[in-house]
């Protein structure tokens, strides 16, 4: 378990130097002047002048050599600090926790929604694999799973706030905002855990343990609790780690059609900005909660299967 | 394998436990003020909110009329009394003496007085801004006036301190280092939360020197996606939505819940030339891509309002700039092909333009700012191969241009240029037409006669007066075409049936929260 938590540690670590880094080559290595590019974002296009950009390279040094600027980040970095936004002037800091917050409540819904909608699914699919229900929702996954999110998003507007007003299009502030742009990311994720669940549930139910536990006369519930949603939550569990993918890239499309006030609709903005330390912070941030998530996925497996601690 | 799953209550009863879950967890971070009586009138616009520094986001604050300057505007685009009830300038053009409204108060409840106006505007000069392009020598205070002292006559101040970058806030709005931590104003409306980038909560404030408004709470919410927009406003989740794309408009005519405006603001998107460069140093270059535009066409097709092909620089709202009678720019392929034979182009073996061995090739840079401008580079690229110039498009950052303005390395770009940053057009002209070009306008084109005419006209405050030069100036800007108008731009409005009294302004300066109230829909 030590060993664990301290790779992991050490994975944490790695990330914020690789990320800190690779930023900051990536967006020195865009094309065009980052003064220019600063004054665009601060002062919009119709009052970005050269004087406005001679002004942001003298207040933000952006004329010094490039290691230094690198180097005094990471010394900021291993002192707590991200700097403060090129852009706004705020700290990065604060203008993260205060996307944060939306961010999280939104992948969180979305998971938990993509749960709701796709375990069942998927256990039912399993149980039944090959009949009529499984094929259509396969069907269904692929068709989800191959919309782009913003086209999802665009016909859940279309359905929810045009025809039924039920549901705002956008904005931030209640659950009712939020409901769209989760349900938008929850069913991209669902339509592959339904699967992943479902091929799960079919494998279990194809074991010689499954089908001895039926044999000795277990009740079917007793069956498909003790021997088979256990089993087959481990492959569900392992593959939700990976969605966290699909979710972070789901959350800068999702965040910007809906006007939502998160990370992902603030690094795209801070990209298109120069905004250096921003990307860095945000890029930082969520390659932290990648690896925290991964932990937790680890832990989770641990606590369903014993053996996969034991053997090291 | 096929039999039924017992446990179908135990998931049920999971499912709605954790949609019990859901549905509380985001309570939380709730919108504020859920038990008001009346709704808070939703403005929404593509405008983000990057912060409180009035010299970037003045803008927001003045559209939301919580914040104002010394000078407003009337419906013509003329300076009228704003803070200031009125000025006068002494004989000898220098010395401006602003009268302060009497009875003003901030919304913290100190008042207004000269001192602080003052100190408002030496902050905007001393800030990046238009105030820092006017040739003033002193701003001070003397009993109820502010009095600004230039180095030379400038008829243009009244206008330039209509600028929302020269908003009046309160001494408590800076925080010692002169960075702006509140938004502090004069204005109807208080800015109860300003929460980066999206959204501002406005509540009306009680003590208004032009009167109580008729709506209590209102908020800004920024979208940046067209299509988003124009369902907020079909769902009724907005009131006024401002800015909508062309595609969305026809629509939306037909919704009985809305109501929409079209108002042609001073904006023109042009074609951005290097004249210096060998391709575009010669006029009859420069007349043959004009001639090769379908200005109708592109306006009808991407644009769907075929009125709004720029013909000329300046839309016909522009009174005073939109030069009547001037022979218009129009499509004309056999007199672009006669032109550029002139200036000793041939076709060569693909049709594409060559002279001297060098073929008529350049990169039309343009940004994604603007949503219509990628799709307008794409046609006036394929418009002008039908003469045989070669564009290759390039869509960047906004700031492409005047970074490749200012190292010479633009060939030709699309812009879209606002005229009413100051509310007088001669102001962005002035930047723009010089004897050094600028860095949305002109580029290694200049011309003596032009020069002088800005000057004279910087001096003159009588329309009438004005008039004629002005005129002139559109006569050889057609005629040297050192810009390209393309389009110009139409701004739309879009307010649900409910709310009357919405008025859609051209110069984009106030959403007119102040005389909007609640109707019957």
């Keep these: 378990m030590t060993r664990l938590l301290l790779g992991r540690l050490v994975q944490a670590a790695l990330v914020a130097l690789v990320v800190g880094g690779l930023c900051f080559a990536l967006v020195r290595v865009l094309p065009g002047d980052a003064a220019f590019r600063i004054a665009a974002d601060r002062y919009g296009p119709d009052a970005l002048t050269a004087q406005a950009a001679e002004a942001v390279r003298q207040e933000l040094g952006l004329d010094r050599p490039w290691p230094e600027l690198l180097l005094r980040w990471f010394g900021e970095l291993a002192q707590g600090h991200l700097g403060n936004s090129l852009v706004s002037g705020e700290p990065v800091s604060e203008e993260l926790a205060s996307q944060l917050g939306p961010s999280l409540w939104l992948a969180a819904s979305a998971l938990v929604l993509s749960l709701l909608i796709g375990l069942p699914l998927g256990l039912v699919s399993g149980l039944r694999a090959g009949s009529g229900l499984d094929r259509l929702a396969l069907i269904g996954a692929v068709a989800l799973r191959a919309l782009p999110p913003f086209v999802l998003g665009l016909v859940l507007m279309l359905v929810f706030s045009i025809r039924l007003e039920w549901l705002p299009p956008a904005g931030y502030g209640t659950w009712r905002e939020m409901a769209l742009p989760s349900l938008t990311l929850a069913l991209g994720l669902a339509a592959v855990s339904s699967r992943v669940a479902r091929d799960a549930v079919a494998a279990v139910g194809a074991t010689t343990y499954y089908r001895f536990a039926r044999l000795k006369g277990l009740p079917e519930r007793a069956v498909l609790v003790r021997h088979g949603l256990r089993n087959a939550a481990i492959p569900v569990i392992t593959y939700l780690g990976l969605q966290a993918v699909y979710l972070i890239e789901g959350v800068v499309v999702v965040e910007s059609l809906f006007a939502y006030p998160g990370i992902g609709h603030a690094l795209v903005h801070d990209v298109i900005a120069r905004d250096v330390p921003m990307v860095q912070g945000a890029a930082l941030v969520m390659g932290l909660m990648f690896v925290l998530l991964n932990l937790g996925v680890d832990l989770l497996c641990r606590l369903l299967d014993p053996r996969l601690g034991a053997g090291r | ?521």
């Design chain 2, 1 to 521: 394998m096929l039999f039924v799953p017992r446990p179908r209550r135990a998931v049920l009863r999971g499912l709605i436990g954790l949609a019990g879950l859901l549905a509380l967890a985001p309570a939380a971070g709730a919108a504020e003020g859920r038990s008001a009586p009346e709704r808070a009138l939703t403005v929404v616009g593509p405008w983000e909110v990057g912060g409180l520094d009035p010299a970037s986001n003045g803008h927001a604050f003045t559209r939301l009329q919580v914040a104002e300057t010394l000078v407003g505007v009337d419906a013509a685009g003329a300076p009228a009394p704003g803070l200031a009830t009125g000025w006068t300038v002494a004989p000898d053009g220098l010395t401006w003496h602003f009268l302060l409204r009497s009875g003003v108060r901030f919304h913290d409840g100190s008042p207004l007085t000269a001192g602080i106006a003052a100190e408002s505007l030496r902050r905007a000069r001393a800030n990046v801004g238009p105030l820092s392009r006017v040739p003033i020598a002193t701003i001070s205070a003397e009993d109820g006036a502010v009095v600004v002292v230039l180095q030379r006559p400038f008829a243009l101040l009244p206008a330039f301190l209509a600028n929302h970058t020269t908003i009046i806030l309160a001494p408590a709005s800076y925080e010692p280092s002169g960075r702006v931590v509140r938004i502090i104003g004069t204005g109807p409306y208080c800015a109860v939360t300003v929460a980066p980038p999206l959204r501002i909560e406005l509540e009306r404030f009680e003590d208004w020197w032009g009167g109580r408004p008729a709506i209590a709470r209102a908020r800004y919410l920024a979208v940046g996606q067209g299509e988003t927009r124009a369902l907020m406003a079909e769902s009724g989740e907005a009131d006024v939505v401002v800015s909508i794309l062309p595609v969305s408009l026809a629509r939306l005519r037909r919704n009985p819940k809305l109501a929409v405006q079209t108002v042609t603001p001073p904006r023109t998107r042009l074609l951005k030339l290097n004249a210096g460069s060998p391709l575009f140093s010669d006029p009859r270059a420069r007349r043959a891509l004009s001639l090769a535009l379908d200005r109708t066409g592109l306006a009808k097709v991407l644009l769907r309002n075929p009125g709004l092909g720029a013909d000329q620089l300046f839309p016909p709202a522009v009174s005073g700039w939109h030069a009547e009678g001037l022979p218009p720019l129009t499509r004309d392929l056999a007199q672009a092909r006669i032109l550029l034979a002139q200036a000793g182009w041939r076709p060569g073996t693909d049709g594409i333009l060559e002279r001297d061995g060098r073929r008529f090739a350049a990169t039309l840079r343009t940004y994604s700012a603007w949503p219509e401008l990628p799709p307008l580079a794409a046609a006036i690229q394929a418009q002008a191969r039908e003469v045989g110039i070669d564009l290759a498009v390039s869509i960047g950052n906004t700031s492409d241009i005047p970074a490749r303005h200012r190292d010479g390395s633009l060939d030709l770009g699309l812009v879209s240029r606002s005229f009413a940053m100051i509310p007088d057009p001669l102001g962005t002209m002035l930047q723009d037409f010089g004897l050094d070009g600028g860095d949305w306008g002109a580029m290694n084109w200049s011309s003596a006669e032009t020069a002088s005419l800005l000057d004279r006209l910087a001096v003159l405050a009588d329309p009438a007066e004005r008039e004629p030069l002005q005129r002139r100036l559109a006569e050889i800007l057609q005629a040297e075409l050192p810009v390209i108008p393309v389009t110009w731009a139409e701004l739309a409005v879009v307010a649900n049936r409910r709310v009357a009294g919405v008025r859609a302004d051209p110069l984009e300066r106030s959403y007119g929260l102040a005389e909007m109230r609640w109707g019957t829909p």
